[in-house]
């Protein structure tokens, strides 16, 4: 364990979310003192890739992370039952600026919004897509498409209910891919917990999480501002979509489907990358 965890005494939590309306809608009450915290919390807001990344060297007690994250991460991390962006249609989307056929995806160069997403998992699970990646942000990619600077683009968050306005075409669903291929919910991004967190802590955490959604779910203008203030799409209807698409039943809790769905994926993962699951298990118990 890395020096980064030992020297922790959790007075307060360093907990890492990302500015999408999904995020913000969930957790708005418990940063705003809404709802009872666990413990101070230092919330380090920022793109999920750099969350991601963050996670890698064990920056953060708490935070948000892709599902394609996970082996990267499991003896470090522990997953919540809580705060999950999971569910049924809700998958990234392959775009580009005129139809292309299967025949051209697999040399085409695929803009993508970060190696760790769970986005670029599923492009490599497809198996169809063999030609190089640009990383970039996720806020990027389109545009970059547009101007003709990739061939493809793998579109997350408000993208997906943006891309035409920009003269692109879905080429891609790879949610509707995963659900034809494995009849599961598509696990995109989870809240984790760092293991060396006490475990009556961490799951007050989970419990705190889950009163935030609750109260999300019962005051839905509450946190509008909140969310107007860190979304990249400033139209209401997009966000509304947005927040409808990522936050869902599993978000409140994982339950025996979400934690199969996120087993499966983080297993195919693990498998594709030669590592095995952590025995105690992905979820803090």
Excluded at 164 to 183: A, P, R
Aim: a negative charge; glycine letters at 8%; charged letters at 20%.
């Amino acid at each position: 364990m890395s020096s980064v965890l030992s020297q922790t005494t959790f007075q307060s939590l360093r907990f890492g979310l990302s500015p999408c309306p999904n995020d913000t809608y969930i957790f708005h009450a418990l940063l705003h003192g809404i709802v009872p915290a666990p413990a101070a919390l230092r919330p380090h807001m920022a793109d999920v890739e750099e969350l991601n990344t963050l996670a890698q060297k064990g920056q953060l007690e708490v935070t948000k992370l892709s599902l394609g994250a996970v082996t990267e991460i499991i003896d470090t991390y522990a997953l919540l039952s809580s705060g999950a962006a999971l569910g049924w249609g809700c998958g990234p989307l392959v775009v580009a600026r005129k139809g292309l056929t299967p025949n051209d995806w697999k040399n085409a160069t695929v803009a993508v919004p970060g190696l760790l997403t769970t986005a670029d998992l599923l492009l490599t699970l497809h198996g169809g897509f063999q030609g190089p990646r640009r990383e970039m942000l996720f806020s990027d990619v389109m545009p970059a498409v547009a101007r003709g600077e990739a061939d493809m683009g793998l579109v997350i968050h408000e993208g997906r209910f943006t891309y035409e306005k920009l003269g692109l075409i879905k080429v891609l669903d790879l949610g509707q891919w995963w659900e034809g291929e494995f009849h599961l919910p598509l696990p995109l991004g989870a809240i984790a917990v760092r293991r060396d967190v006490p475990l009556a802590l961490a799951r007050r955490v989970q419990s705190a999480i889950t009163a935030s959604l609750a109260y999300a779910n019962a005051h839905p203008d509450t946190s509008h501002d909140y969310i107007r203030a860190h979304a990249q799409e400033m139209d209401e209807s997009v966000t509304r979509a947005h927040i409808k698409t990522f936050v869902t039943d599993f978000s409140l809790d994982l339950g025996a489907a979400g934690r199969s769905a996120i087993e499966h994926l983080v297993g195919r993962a693990a498998d594709m990358a030669g590592k095995k699951l952590p025995a105690e298990g992905l979820f803090l118990r």
